[in-house]
Nanobody, 120 residues
């Protein structure tokens, strides 16, 4: 069994900063691509940022220069540093990871989501 658990969401004022974390645990052999997605009320889930096992990153245009994704491969952790937050960043943020379990099965896993609300 593999789990992804996010933390770090909350309420922040416009212009503020939040750092999200996601921990992968369970029967893990290796973790490949990881990423953050978000879903605002009434909208489809969208990609925020991705990071490969080698550290290469991609970002949605709307967050470039404000958000930074990183990972700790030794601890199976992924982070999203969010700066200069805007009300339009309000959403549920989901962690995603492509994981090969110890039984050799490759699967795409999702966390349960963490709410980020940007409001004065």
């Amino acid at each position: 069994q593999v789990q992804l658990v996010e933390s770090g969401g909350g309420l922040v004022q416009p212009g503020g900063t939040l750092r999200l974390s996601c921990a992968a645990s369970g029967s893990i052999f290796s973790i490949h691509g990881m990423g953050w997605y978000r879903q605002a009320p009434g909208k489809q889930r969208e990609l925020v940022a991705t990071i490969t096992s080698g550290g290469s990153t991609t970002y949605a245009e709307s967050v470039k220069g404000r958000f930074a994704i990183s990972r700790d491969n030794a601890k199976n952790l992924i982070y999203l540093e969010m700066n200069s937050l805007k009300p339009e960043d309000t959403a549920v943020y989901y962690c995603n990871a492509e994981i090969i379990s110890r039984s050799g099965i490759r699967h795409n896993y999702w966390g349960q989501g963490t709410q980020v609300t940007v409001s004065s």
